[in-house]
């Protein structure tokens, strides 16, 4: 879904001495920004803001997995193409040796993070997800395996479904050896688009209130937006100020991540959101965005050459390698990449490609593969 471009006034000149000075912008300027025509001017001033938060020609990646550890979900989000309602014929939760399996798959490359998120299943409480992360810690420990694990909505689900309160609920999965929460669920935190694509779906408001309350216990995590689908500018800037005055109460973003939604197969069906589109976002979020310190691409639904480009757009890193992707490759889009083709996509952009952690700390050059993350930490992005 285009934003609508209505007449607005085109010269940003004073936005740009805002940003050159550091100063923070606010709703109008936002609303310029997202309808200013010129892309490489919002790149130049991106790039201003990239370069004052993380000042060297580092761009950034990490070694991970993705582990979709079920697809049984009774929510029904209708921009999911992933989800299968219980009782599904094709529903499925993997087993703990299909798990051990796709992370040891993982630390035989040298990668130390496992991206678990799956579908609401009724079937699962809390503990069985103690166990998993227990047997995944008590298994690949010693590989300095990350669990950067469970969205907001599943960590939501788990607490209702077990009759914990949150702080329950995160206090006993961080003891179960949970490091950090990824983004995901955010979709764009207004109630008017959420009613729309996922009616039965946590609110704005329940999210922000699960990082918040991870946040206050010292789990840091990510943040996401999935946009074209419903939304407006509105919506779309609405969400970046919401990210950024929760970043100002608490400090625990570490790191946005904005992707277009993906239509195919979906209930909420639709068309694509270009590539001029993405761009425009990224640049916009990176200038509104001034708390939260580092922009993440996503390759895997604009495609390597779009991410390439997007690193003069603010973008200081890359992702993860993912290794699987099953939720948005089910809406059409299947992208794969080998590391050395991502460090051969940065060094060729004009960067220096670097493996970090979940927490962005550097890891050092010549780290054989599999060895223990204990110690490997050179500095924090």
């Known amino acids: 879904m285009a934003i609508a471009e209505p007449p607005v006034q085109q010269n940003i000149d004073d936005i740009a001495e805002r940003v050159l000075l550091g100063q923070r912008l606010d709703w109008d300027d936002g609303r310029r920004l997202l309808h200013h025509p010129n892309l490489p001017e919002l790149a130049s001033l991106a790039n201003t803001v990239r370069r004052r938060m993380n000042p060297d020609s580092v761009v950034t990646y990490i070694v ?5 550890y079920t697809n049984v979900c009774w929510v029904r989000c209708k921009f999911c193409a992933f989800y299968r309602v219980p009782g599904h014929s094709e529903g499925y939760t993997l087993s703990r040796e299909q798990i051990f399996d796709k992370v040891r798959q993982m630390v035989d490359v040298g990668g130390i993070e496992i991206l678990l998120q799956g579908g609401l299943n009724p079937k699962l409480k809390i503990e069985w997800y103690e166990d998993l992360l227990r047997a995944i810690k008590d298994e ?45 669920g955010a979709e764009i935190l207004t109630d008017r688009v959420r009613e729309q694509i996922a009616i039965y779906k946590d609110t704005a408001e329940e999210w922000l209130d699960c990082m918040r309350v991870a946040h206050s216990l010292g789990i840091r995590s990510s943040v996401t937006m999935m946009y074209g689908s419903v939304d407006t500018w509105e919506d779309r800037l609405e969400h970046l100020m919401k ?82 992707e099953n939720v948005v490759s089910s809406a059409g889009c299947a992208f794969t990449m080998p590391i050395d083709e991502m460090e051969r996509l940065i060094r060729v952009a004009g960067y220096e490609p670097m493996r970090r952690t979940t927490q962005y700390e550097r890891l050092p050059l010549g780290v054989p593969a599999g060895s223990p993350l204990e110690g490997r930490c050179r500095d924090k992005v």
Do not use: C
Request: net charge negative.
């Open 140 to 184: 690949f420990g010693a590989y300095g395996v990350i669990l950067h694990a469970f969205s907001p909505a599943e960590l939501i689900y788990i607490q209702k479904i077990s009759k914990l309160s949150m702080e329950e609920t995160l206090v006993r999965l961080r003891a179960a050896g949970l490091d950090s929460i990824p983004g995901g």
């Open 64 to 68: 991970g997995r993705n582990v979709n």
């Open 243 to 324: 990210a950024r005055d929760l970043q100002d109460e608490t400090g625990g973003f570490t790191a946005f991540i904005p992707w277009s939604f993906q239509p195919d197969g979906t209930e909420l069906e639709g068309e694509r959101a270009s590539a001029f589109d993405y761009l425009r976002m990224v640049a916009v979020s990176r200038l509104m965005l001034d708390n939260i310190p580092h922009m993440q691409a996503s390759w895997v639904t604009q495609g390597p050459r779009i991410a390439q480009i997007a690193l003069d757009y603010g973008l200081d890193d890359f992702g993860s390698t993912m290794m699987e």
